[in-house]
């Protein structure tokens, strides 16, 4: 089954203990990306690649580092995670041949930083 | 500065209604534009898509969109509402940036409720 996964689902932590949330997808998608959702700010994006080694920043990079050696894998890192960061996270994908450049998303993150 | 927006925060209809979302973009050209839904506690499903062609977008669920350049909307439009469509509603745009990748955008999401 095609899917884009994430792991863990939920995660509670405390400020400063250094995380990394992983994504993985099935799909042989070129693109991927991390987003966080907030009531009433919608999706953000946080970091963007665009294949094996190229990454870039989104909307909302700060506090946050990735990473994309493989092209199956895109895991999040917070170093020193804070309060701010206790948020619901997206990991999606995307293929640059799709005419359409459909994200297909998991199922999301909740994390929360104490 | 490329944005969507989506200017109600929350809708509410009765059942059997029709609807429609609004979603405006802020971007120099035509971008790819996307509907998701997303029910309580659960992730994004795609509605529907657009790049070019036909500006009426048909969708899964009975939803459809219609793309106007002039007033760079996508409106998202279903005719009789079911109790199963409240959820959250996000429109979202994918555009070319000046450094040649790609980046989405979403807008801020409507909430929609239906009445029994």
């Known amino acids: 089954e095609a899917q884009v996964t994430q792991n863990p689902r939920y995660l509670i932590t405390v400020t400063g203990k250094k995380l990394t949330v992983t994504c993985s997808q099935n799909m042989n998608h070129e693109y991927m990306s991390w987003y966080r959702q907030d009531p009433g700010l919608g999706l953000r994006q946080i970091y963007y690649s665009m294949n094996v080694e190229v990454t870039d920043k989104g909307d909302v990079p700060e506090g946050y580092k990735v990473s994309r050696k493989e092209k199956r894998n895109f895991p999040l890192i917070l170093e020193s995670p804070s309060p701010n960061q206790t948020s619901l996270y997206f990991c999606?994908?995307?293929?640059?041949?799709?005419?359409?450049?459909?994200?297909?998303f998991g199922p999301g993150t909740r994390l929360t930083v104490t | 500065a490329q944005s969507v927006t989506q200017p109600d925060i929350h809708i509410t209809v009765s059942e059997g209604a029709s609807l429609e979302l609004r979603c405006n973009y802020s971007?120099?050209?035509?971008?790819?534009l996307f509907w998701y839904v997303q029910s309580p506690g659960q992730g994004l499903q795609l509605l529907l898509k657009y790049f070019s062609g036909d500006t009426l977008v048909q969708g899964i669920k009975g939803f459809e969109a219609e793309f106007k350049r002039s007033q760079s909307s996508f409106n998202l439009r279903k005719p009789s509402v079911h109790w199963s469509d409240a959820a959250e509603y996000f429109c979202a745009v994918g555009l070319l940036t000046t450094s040649g990748t790609y980046k989405y955008i979403f807008g801020t999401g409507t909430r929609l409720k239906v009445l029994a």
């Open positions: 971007y120099g050209a035509t971008p790819y």
């Open positions: 999606a994908s995307s293929s640059l041949r799709d005419s359409y450049l459909v994200e297909y």
